[in-house]
Structures are given as C-alpha cells and as structure tokens.
C-alpha cells in the first residue's frame, strides 16, 4: 500500500486529502509544517509527498529542497497562488506537480496515482537508447543529458520530456499528446503544464534551445 505524506498548516485540507486518499486506498501522514515533514521524511519512507507552499516555519518550497536532498520522492505542491514564477521555481527544485487551490480531490487523487506509478516504473515509452548531434547527447540509459560536454540541469520530468520528443524528432506534437504521454494525464491535464516545462526545457538547453520548436496554434516538436 502506498503511504502519502500530507503537509499542511490548515487541519481541514489534511483531513479532507486524508478522506480521500484512504477512499482511494493509500495510507496516510500528516505534518503542520516543513520542519516537521522534514522529520518525518528522515525516518520514514513515503511514495508521494503532498505539500503545501504556505506554511508557518518553513514553507514548503525550502521544504522541498530538503526533503528531496533526504529521499527521492515525488512532491506535489498545493498553493493558492497562481503565478507562473511560483510554478517554474517549484519545477525547478524538482516538484512534480503543481495543483493550485480550491483543488477538487478527486483530481488531486489521480495526480498522486500518476506521481507515484511514475515513480514507481521509472519506465520511458521513447523507445530510443540516445540522441547525439555532437554539442547536445540524450543519454535515456542514464537518464541524463549531456551539453556542450557538461551534465545539463534539467529535472527529471525535463528529461522525460525531451527524451520523449527526441524520441519522436521532426514530429508536431500536440499539448494533450505530450500530457498523455508523458505526463500520462487525461481530462484533468492542464496545457499550461506543457508550456511551463517547454519554456524551462528550453531555458536549460542553453545555445541547443533551437531543437525544442513551437508549432503554431498545436504544440511542439524536436528539430534534429
């Protein structure tokens, strides 16, 4: 059975994730705070982490940043703002998923069982061993992206989802293909969870971010 760590300062949030994650099967733990998550993480294992932004303390960005140096676990962050800086600095520290409050349960119950059967696999459907143009080698063995000869910094879902498109290069794909995809989102997926990757990925390529283009009025596509 998997067990969710559920931190937040706001007891009725934590009851009600808690309502809805037994319903769902999982086993549950609760913390007021990052100090006390971090505790938690120290001395027991979890297979998602859902956490809020917001806390006494600690919040739960500097929260995640420990949590994930103590335990690789994926983290889904709950926060009531909507800005796209909050969203890119919680990808950023390796936060899985991002689901702005008022939340409806049930959708933050089929994110969990995302997160964590993606953890859990750690399989890619890609279905290449590597890319290699010479500045820029996707290494899906490894898992890792090498760049003008340095380890880039991309996060683990960055390199899901260049390894993805490489894997389907000179190809227009669709936000909700890549949602399905690589994400493995349906009804729920949110497209603006495309593009805030697509600008990081990008970002982080560094003078390789030409391979990554916008098709117009559909998605993207990775130019070899």
């Given at each position: 059975m998997a067990k969710i760590l559920i931190v937040d300062d706001e007891k009725n949030i934590r009851d009600v994730i808690r309502e809805y994650a037994l319903l769902n099967g999982y086993e549950t733990d609760e913390a007021e705070d990052g100090i006390e998550a971090i505790d938690k993480i120290t001395s027991q294992h979890y297979d998602c982490v859902v956490l809020d932004i917001m806390m006494p303390r600690l919040d739960g960005f500097s929260a995640c940043k420990q949590?994930?140096?103590?335990?690789?676990?994926?983290?889904?962050?709950?926060?009531?703002?909507?800005?796209?800086?909050?969203?890119?600095?919680?990808?950023?520290?390796?936060?899985?998923?991002?689901?702005?409050?008022?939340?409806?349960?049930?959708?933050?119950?089929?994110?969990?069982r995302v997160v964590i059967d993606r953890s859990s696999s750690r399989t890619n459907t890609a279905g290449i061993q590597s890319y290699d143009d010479g500045g820029l080698v996707i290494d899906e063995a490894g898992r890792q992206v090498i760049i003008d000869g340095e380890k880039g910094n991309l996060t683990p879902k960055e390199i899901d989802l260049l390894i993805y498109m490489a894997?389907?290069?000179?190809?227009?794909?669709?936000?909700?293909?890549?949602?399905?995809?690589?994400?493995?989102?349906?009804?729920?997926?949110?497209?603006r969870t495309v593009d805030t990757h697509i600008k990081m990925l990008r970002h982080n390529l560094g003078s390789h971010r030409d391979h990554i283009v916008t098709v117009r009025g559909m998605g993207y596509k990775f130019e070899a």
């Amino acid at each position: 059975m998997a067990k969710i760590l559920i931190v937040d300062d706001e007891k009725n949030i934590r009851d009600v994730i808690r309502e809805y994650a037994l319903l769902n099967g999982y086993e549950t733990d609760e913390a007021e705070d990052g100090i006390e998550a971090i505790d938690k993480i120290t001395s027991q294992h979890y297979d998602c982490v859902v956490l809020d932004i917001m806390m006494p303390r600690l919040d739960g960005f500097s929260a995640c940043k420990q949590i994930k140096k103590i335990q690789n676990v994926p983290v889904i962050m709950l926060s009531a703002r909507q800005e796209e800086y909050d969203k890119l600095f919680g990808f950023e520290l390796g936060v899985d998923d991002y689901v702005v409050k008022p939340f409806s349960p049930k959708e933050l119950m089929a994110r969990i069982r995302v997160v964590i059967d993606r953890s859990s696999s750690r399989t890619n459907t890609a279905g290449i061993q590597s890319y290699d143009d010479g500045g820029l080698v996707i290494d899906e063995a490894g898992r890792q992206v090498i760049i003008d000869g340095e380890k880039g910094n991309l996060t683990p879902k960055e390199i899901d989802l260049l390894i993805y498109m490489a894997a389907h290069k000179n190809t227009a794909l669709s936000r909700s293909r890549l949602l399905e995809e690589v994400w493995n989102y349906d009804y729920f997926g949110d497209d603006r969870t495309v593009d805030t990757h697509i600008k990081m990925l990008r970002h982080n390529l560094g003078s390789h971010r030409d391979h990554i283009v916008t098709v117009r009025g559909m998605g993207y596509k990775f130019e070899a």
